[in-house]
């Protein structure tokens, strides 16, 4: 028998609807299939509690434990630890002790913690018992890159976050049997920063449901009246996270305007749950439309003439960009948003280094149907060729168990 696995994870996997759930979602499947998978994780509110009965169904045990804590006193907790804020956020008493309770139960071959702040529960564990860290982006980086932009309060917190964190990382890598990140960008960034070898720290990639975000499956399709007249470019993320809102904002006040010079009829679509009260003040910019939260995003990136990806602070691979090309449609992304991604500008999507690059980019395809068309249907193919999830996994099983799982 190979054992058992304990699953850590700082949102329940279901439904894979959002980034670091898709993710989350798709390692636990996989490594059911290696073993009886322990899973602890949070939920944010009661959609996500009410989704226990779709994890119990996979999950040998589980525990799945409502965060409540005021963000507030948990950042206050931190200072005072001198902790992280992202771990301090996420410490519950209550988990610590189902992780204990579980390691001393169950016979647990290995630890999987996925995201940084799942780290914290790893106790020291006894040799024989490996601890795989997923630590997905690079996070430190990410909150190095705001506190570098912003002055006052919260460039200092920012920037102790990045400080604060990126020790945490380093400690949580050299601990780990094995850790991956989301892409080779992402894992060699953190090896020069931490001094970590290839043999600790490695790739291991995103993939996409091909199944799921194909044009040729059954979906939902947009009403006229839903589409509506002209031209539509779509966005699509989870519409109360920073990096996407800065996105869909400078889209919609610096490239939107100028294709709307061109193409006055040209629409903005932002589609995405949790749209927060600055993302929401967008739809009076003339041609935006923020939808909220949709029951099927497909219906909305078939309906797209062209997907954008803007984002200017992006770690790793971005859900959004391969979900959209595994549909067909033609992609203008960002640097940042491309980065990661096994395809090639001007063959599987275009990259713009600016709003009226992105403002040209998105022209040039509305006014060229023929080209987006070829475009889109090399992004398909490509996703076929390097991002179905049993291949980007297919490590997974002698990284978490480590050699032979006889």
């Known amino acids: ?12 996997p279901f439904p894979p609807d959002r980034g670091d759930k898709i993710r989350s979602f798709h390692l636990l499947r996989k490594l059911a299939e290696i073993a009886p998978v322990h899973v602890g994780c949070f939920g944010d509110d009661a959609r996500d509690l009410s989704f226990a009965p779709m994890l119990a169904e996979i999950a040998k045990s589980q525990v799945v434990l409502q965060r409540n804590g005021s963000r507030v006193t948990g950042g206050l907790r931190g200072l005072a630890r001198n902790q992280p804020l992202l771990v301090s956020l996420f410490d519950n008493p209550a988990m610590h002790r189902w992780v204990t309770r ?3 139960d169950r016979p647990i071959r290995a630890v999987v913690a996925y995201s940084v702040q799942m780290a914290h529960f790893v106790p020291v564990l006894p040799t024989a018992t490996r601890f795989f860290m997923d630590f997905v982006d690079f996070d430190s980086a990410k909150y190095a890159a705001y506190g570098a932009e912003q002055s006052g309060p919260m460039g200092w917190i920012n920037r102790r976050e ?27 960034m953190f090896r020069a920063a931490t001094g970590t070898g290839i043999d600790r720290v490695r790739a291991m990639e995103n993939g996409v449901a091909l199944d799921y975000f194909d044009p040729a499956a059954s979906f939902a399709t947009l009403t006229l009246a839903e589409r509506g007249e002209g031209p539509l470019i779509v966005f699509t993320g989870q519409m109360d996270y920073r990096p996407n809102i800065e996105a869909v904002e400078s889209f919609a006040r610096q490239s939107l305007p100028l294709i709307r010079q061109s193409r006055p009829d040209a629409r903005f679509a932002i589609v995405g749950r949790a749209p927060t009260s600055a993302v929401q003040a967008l739809a009076e910019i ?20 062209v997907v954008v990806a803007p984002l200017r602070i992006a770690r790793g691979i971005q859900n959004k960009v391969l979900e959209a090309m595994a549909m067909a449609r033609p992609v203008v992304a960002s640097p940042q948003a491309a980065e990661g991604i096994d395809a090639t500008h001007g063959a599987h999507l275009l990259v713009a280094p600016d709003p009226s690059e992105e403002a040209a980019m998105v022209l040039a395809l509305l006014g060229d149907t023929d080209r987006a068309q070829a475009l889109g249907k090399a992004a398909r193919q490509r996703m076929v060729e390097r991002y179905e999830w049993d291949r980007t996994l297919a490590a997974l099983p002698e990284l978490v168990m480590g050699g032979t799982l006889a």
Do not use: N, Y
């Open 102 to 104: 579980t390691l001393g």
């Open 162 to 188: 990045g400080q604060k964190l990126l020790a945490f990382e380093r400690d949580v890598a050299m601990r780990a049997d094995v850790s991956t990140f989301v892409s080779e960008a992402e894992a060699a």
């Open 286 to 305: 003339p041609g935006v439309i923020v939808t909220g939260g949709v029951d099927d995003v497909r219906g909305w990136l078939a309906a797209a003439d």
């Open 1 to 12: 028998m190979a054992g058992e696995i304990l699953f850590l994870c700082h949102r329940i």
